[in-house]
């Protein structure tokens, strides 16, 4: 059986989806800055996080899915036990920090009492009444896991472009659209 030596298709979409999502919901925290308080482009913009988290949720799953059904590719062998240790560690944080965030978002939305709504299409109701220190330490759990993802996609995205321009691996290639 043949060693897998890039992602598939659909694996390279949902990374470079979750890449753009997370900078986006990253800048929409932001946005709000902009208005005054009790604008209501800022519940425009609260509106739109929740959604496009919702979508990160969606996209997350759907790629744990895949990397379970699917695989990666093997690391390869020049790299040492410490590179491999590495990048398995950098990779299920990666993961797990995916995971937690829209888990916090969801729960920090219900724990304020409001709805999830999914771009106005749908609406999830929360299931328990709201409960405001809840919701502050949920609301500082979801921010730090929100600078934690920055970090270590940071450091990923460098260990990446060191594989690229100075090992000259194929690291970087495998999860280009098109590579094969």
């Not at 060693?3 to 919901?25: D, G, N, P």
């Not at 990253?26 to 482009?41: C, H, K, Q, S």
């Not at 800022?42 to 699917?70: C, Q, Y």
Request: with cysteine; proline share 5%.
């Amino acid at each position: 059986m043949a060693a897998i030596t890039t992602y598939t298709s659909s694996q390279k979409f949902l990374h470079w989806a979750l890449f753009a999502l997370v900078v986006l919901l990253y800048g929409l925290t932001f946005g709000e800055e902009f208005y005054p308080r009790g604008d209501p482009a800022v519940d425009a913009i609260w509106r739109l996080h929740i959604s496009f988290g919702l979508l990160l949720a969606a996209f997350v799953l759907w790629r744990v899915v895949l990397r379970g059904v699917k695989g990666a590719p093997e690391l390869p062998a020049e790299m040492s036990p410490l590179e491999q240790t590495a990048a398995k560690v950098g990779h299920f944080a990666l993961y797990a920090l995916l995971v937690a965030l829209p888990v916090l978002g969801i729960l920090l939305t219900w724990f304020r009492g409001d709805s999830l709504s999914f771009f106005g299409l749908f609406t999830v109701p929360a299931p328990f009444a709201a409960d405001r220190a809840a919701a502050r330490t949920i609301r500082e759990l979801h921010e730090l896991c929100a600078n934690g993802i920055l970090i270590v996609a940071g450091i990923h995205a460098l260990a990446a472009l060191y594989h690229h321009f100075i090992r000259r691996d194929t690291i970087l290639t495998r999860m280009l659209p098109g590579s094969r």
